[in-house]
T-cell receptor, first 111, second 114 residues
Framework: GQQLNQSPQSMFIQEGEDVSMNCTSS?????WLWYKQDPGEGPVLLIA?????ELTSNGRLTAQFGITRKDSFLNISASIPSDVGIYFC???????????FGTGTRLTIIP | DAGVIQSPRHEVTEMGQEVTLRCKPI?????LFWYRQTMMRGLELLIY????????DSGMPEDRFSAKMPNASFSTLKIQPSEPRDSAVYFC????????????FGEGSRLTVL
């Protein structure tokens, strides 16, 4: 089946630093989404991408839909304590309602 | 508007017991998904429904797992008999079905099978 590999698996950064994570797929997707999960809660959508090459921003977050349709990245600028959590990429294939989730990137901010 | 509501939030049971997890999706959402999250395997899709009809249950691990959606506002995921390897957080999510692709997740049900 489809697999999404996310990297890095975990990140330890200082407040104010920029963060970059990416996701690669063995299959082509027509939609890429990035979710964040806080402890004890379900994932929440951050950004959605629908077109190859698309670059979308949401506040300090920027995400891109790779031109090959097999990858995506997420950048967070000037990290703050509330950015701590697990970030998941998710992809959806053509004519398919179900999402395949990546393995997750755990972000920790060092005081 | 209330989000996706799951119950129970936590369940501890003994191996061999039946477990029933419940979900109330957001009103008006056409799709309902059941996911399982573990450290080892991440978020796995178990089954999803469209307009109360099961569309894809290929992610259901084995016959011990079953899911139903008797109406648009309620779904259950049942494990019978439960085993320790079923211990995980089970999430229900719903989707409006408007092509945007945004899943709204519940807070999850943490299951521990002893």
């Amino acid at each position: 089946g489809q697999q999404l590999n996310q990297s890095p698996q975990s990140m330890f950064i200082q407040e104010g630093e920029d963060v970059s994570m990416n996701c690669t797929s063995s299959s082509i997707f027509n939609t890429w989404l990035w979710y964040k999960q806080d402890p004890g809660e379900g994932p929440v959508l951050l950004i959605a991408l629908y077109k190859a090459g698309e670059l979308t921003s949401n506040g300090r977050l920027t995400a891109q839909f790779g031109i090959t349709r097999k990858d995506s990245f997420l950048n967070i600028s000037a990290s703050i304590p509330s950015d701590v959590g697990i970030y998941f990429c998710a992809g959806r294939g053509f004519g398919n309602e179900k999402l395949t989730f990546g393995t997750g990137t755990r972000l920790t901010i060092i005081p | 508007d209330a989000g996706v509501i799951q119950s129970p939030r936590h369940e501890v049971t003994e191996m061999g017991q039946e477990v029933t997890l419940r979900c109330k999706p957001i009103s008006g959402h056409d799709y309902l998904f059941w996911y399982r999250q573990t450290m080892m395997r991440g978020l796995e899709l178990l089954i999803y429904f469209n307009n109360n009809v099961p569309i894809d249950d290929s992610g259901m691990p084995e016959d011990r797992f079953s899911a139903k959606m008797p109406n648009a506002s309620f779904s259950t995921l049942k494990i019978q008999p439960s085993e320790p390897r079923d211990s995980a957080v089970y999430f229900c999510a719903s989707d409006l079905g408007n092509g945007v692709g945004e899943l709204f997740f519940g807070e999850g049900s943490r299951l521990t099978v002893l």
